[in-house]
């Protein structure tokens, strides 16, 4: 990743402690959690609501920060860096697709995938133009790419927001819950697109309460009461992904 040291496992939290104050009481969240995660690996984060799990999507993020602990991605101390750092860092290095799309709704599809180069300085405004149409292309919306988001589809938006996750080619992702305002037909189209981008390499952290599409995922971490219930991996005749055509993630 850009502008940390190589590190063995993209992700390492470890003895991750989360709490929060209310009414002048304090309610722990997270409490000692230590996990890794190898690059190119697909993760899928569950549990009963309430447990934690968003909370340590974003301290992987660096949208929250732990009480105690560290959070480190391919080296990065992500738990240490100042509110300015952390948008720079987050802007270059992880993709985040959310469930409730959060694409700007006066900005075409197209300008929405733009966005996150321009914050970030990357590309020039050409080749942000083209790589956005790419990234579209690359989700079936090509033909969208100028329509604002409230016109067309919720399952467009959301693949409209992993084209703009993925603007600039972050090795990490992360989705929490992002088929959960979809019906079952667009979340499995989603969740393919999602197997090709593990294929082509990247590394994906999903949280999601679809059953379906859990035993699908190669491993699962399940989350109880702010700890880690259980770590586990599919048996291989279990996790079958589709080998589709390889997506050129090519700057262009």
């Avoid at 447990?51 to 999507?57: C, D, E, H, I, P």
């Avoid at 279990?238 to 090519?250: L, N």
Wanted: proline share 5%; aromatic share 4%.
């Amino acid at each position: 990743m850009k502008g940390c040291n190589e590190a063995e496992n993209i992700v390492e939290i470890k003895e991750v402690q989360k709490s929060y104050q209310v009414g002048g009481n304090t309610v722990p969240v997270l409490e000692g959690i230590s996990l890794s995660v190898e690059a190119g690996e697909f993760l899928s984060i569950t549990g009963p609501s309430g447990n934690g799990k968003s909370t340590l999507l974003n301290m992987i993020t660096g949208i929250d920060r732990p009480t105690q602990g560290e959070v480190l991605v391919n080296g990065c101390p992500v738990h240490q860096m100042s509110e300015n750092q952390l948008a720079k860092w987050r802007g270059e290095n992880v993709g985040i697709v959310f469930q409730f799309f959060q694409l700007l709704p006066s900005l075409s599809l197209q300008q929405n995938v733009v966005m996150p180069m321009e914050f970030a300085g990357k590309y020039r405004r050409k080749e942000r133009l083209e790589r956005a149409m790419h990234l579209l292309d690359m989700v079936g919306l090509a033909d969208q790419a100028y329509k604002l988001p409230g016109t067309v589809s919720g399952g467009q938006q959301q693949r409209a927001a992993i084209a703009r996750a993925l603007a600039n080619d972050p090795s990490l992702l992360i989705a929490d819950e992002p088929t959960g305002n979809l019906d079952s037909k667009t979340a499995e189209n989603v969740f393919d697109l999602f197997l090709k981008l593990v294929d082509e390499g990247k590394t994906l952290i999903m949280v999601t309460h679809d059953a379906n599409l859990v035993q699908r995922i190669p491993r699962i971490v399940e989350i109880r009461n702010g700890v880690i219930h259980c770590d586990s991996i599919a048996a291989p005749e279990i996790f079958t992904p589709v080998r589709t055509e390889r997506i050129s993630m090519e700057r262009r």
